[in-house]
Nanobody, 122 residues
Framework: QVQLMESGGGWVRAGGSLRLSCATS????????MGWYRQAPGKQRELVAV???????NYADSVKGRFVISRDNAKNTAYLQMNSLKPEDTAVYYCNALAGTEGDYVPLFEPWGQGTQVTVDS
């Protein structure tokens, strides 16, 4: 059974930082491309960061230069370091493995994890 367990969210003032973790089980983590998504109230879920199994990364323009995605294959865990946070980063953050290729990724597993809430106060 696949499990995706996000943690590390919280409340932070604008300009602050948070580090999110995505612990996985039930998958062969090392061969998966992984992504972080977020969903703000009233908006669709969007993919904000990708790390492929080889370690290359890609980011949405809205977070480029501020967020860093990484992975630890030994711990079956992906991370999202979020710096210079803005109020518009407020959302529930989710992780998932990805299918497809750059520009055409889709989430691989259902159900999603519970997500972790990030709230950025101005």
């Amino acid at each position: 059974q696949v499990q995706l367990m996000e943690s590390g969210g919280g409340w932070v003032r604008a300009g602050g930082s948070l580090r999110l973790s995505c612990a996985t089980s039930g998958i062969i983590f090392s061969i998966q491309d992984m992504g972080w998504y977020r969903q703000a109230p009233g908006k669709q879920r969007e993919l904000v960061a990708v790390i492929v199994r080889g370690g290359s990364t890609n980011y949405a323009d809205s977070v480029k230069g501020r967020f860093v995605i990484s992975r630890d294959n030994a711990k079956n865990t992906a991370y999202l370091q979020m710096n210079s946070l803005k109020p518009e980063d407020t959302a529930v953050y989710y992780c998932n493995a990805l299918a497809g290729t750059e520009g055409d990724y889709v989430p691989l597993f259902e159900p999603w994890g519970q997500g972790t809430q990030v709230t950025v106060d101005s």
